[in-house]
């Protein structure tokens, strides 16, 4: 059950990975606006579930704590990572959200049955080694003018940090209430894109079918297979592995010509790969027998 949690996870990360290809290919719809269209697509599996079996629709009728967390996870990271980046260079702020991880599974060690050992930790950090390799390949540089897009950027690392670990907590809740959590956050992003952005529409059938994929795969059946994923797998396993989506993002930005090669991404790759093996290193080694003492 616990690998099986942990692999779905990961396909979260895999999805994420997706995310930069897909947004480059999706023209320049603004961000909020970008956010209202792909949760309300990322919601349409739940909703067609609820359709065939509507006996499921109170499985939606959690504590408010439940809503609260779950809406302030989803949208107020991104309303939190948008303005980051609206507030400081993109480079920086996104290293400094990339946090995240980190605070998993450090925070980890703060739940119930969990303990935090060293390999966890260093996966961990070798993980971030790995995305400051990544995201300083045109230099990187912090700057006292832009404290307030590196301080929403901070704050949005420990708001993704927590919604995830929180939702380890509520292992009972059922995931279709993800379902409410993309609407909620889809209606909140317009309300968002309606005050703070200009309406620009996809140009083209490809830029449309961008942003389609984007909201089936990195802003809708990713956030499925995380809650899945944090609530059954092995969350600091998952935790350090997330750094590979920066990694994959990489790789596939340059496969599909969007980027050039670079030394670095080879550095991330062993960064990332090893902390990843180091931090499941539980998982991946097998357990010793135990031996009954003979009387």
Known sequence: MKIRGTLIGFTAILM??????????????????????????GSLPGLILFAFRPQRIRLLKQPAKVWIIGIGGLFG???????????????EAGLIAYLWPLLIVVGSALLPGERLRWYH?????AGLCGTIAIVSRNGLSFDGAYTLGYGTAFICAFTWAGY????????????????????ATSLLSLVCH??????????DASQWAAVVGLGLLPVGAAFYAWDYGVKNGDIQVI?????????????????????????????ACVLITGGAVLAARDMLRPRKPVRLPVE
């Open 164 to 183: 995830s670990l929180l939702t380890r907590s509520f292992d009972r809740v059922s995931t279709d209430v993800v379902t409410g959590f993309c609407l």
């Open 77 to 91: 990271y991104h309303f939190l990572y948008f303005t980051a980046l609206r507030n400081a260079p993109a480079v």
């Open 16 to 41: 994420w990975s997706l995310l930069a290809l897909m947004t480059a290919a999706s023209g320049k719809v603004p961000p909020f606006q970008m956010n209202a269209i792909t949760f309300a697509i």
């Open 121 to 125: 930790v260093a996966g961990a950090v």
């Open 239 to 267: 935790g350090a592995a997330s750094y590979a989506a920066p990694l994959l993002s990489t790789l596939i930005l340059v496969l599909s010509g969007f980027a050039e090669p670079d030394w670095r991404i080879l550095a």
């Open 194 to 203: 309606l005050a703070l952005e200009t309406t620009i529409w996809p140009a």
